[in-house]
């Protein structure tokens, strides 16, 4: 069996867009007041922005273990963003809410994705967007992170019907 003397390395480019992306969120949410921005805050604040959650179902929503999703949760109360309250119906559940804090950070986070998403879109034609998002969804074989996937809209095509 031959090797490949330059395979082509899909997964390490992903991972330095991803990288890119971050540095990238980093420092708008920085311009804009936010220096404390953590990987997991973007996930997390605009699940908590639909309502409180149990810390199980936090985890679960992320795909990580309850107690990870705990520690999520407490860096968030740590710098004001959310607090915790046990459950009305359940006392052995606690709840995750966003304080007012953590709501306006929420709506930075999601202005910040937005903008992103214009900027890489206006560096790229339609077709180019869409070929990416279909090598993404291609790329995901773990059945929890493509129902999760599934819920992403794809691109829109200029003058697409859908």
Known sequence: MTQNANPYRF????????QSWIRRMDRELADRGFTDYRITDAAVVRRLRRGPVPVGQLGTDLG??????????RGLQERGYASTEPDADDARKLNVIL????????????EVIAGLNRALA???TPGQLAVADAVL???IEDDQVALRAERIPPPKLAGRVS
Do not use: C, E, M
Not at 99 to 110: E, F, K, M, P, R
């Open 11 to 18: 997964g390490d480019l992903l991972a330095l867009a991803r």
């Open 137 to 139: 969804r291609a790329s």
């Open 99 to 110: 304080t007012a804090d953590g709501h306006v950070y929420a709506s930075a986070i999601i």
């Open 64 to 73: 990580v273990t309850r107690q990870a999703a705990r520690k999520v949760a």
């Open 122 to 124: 206006a560096r790229v």
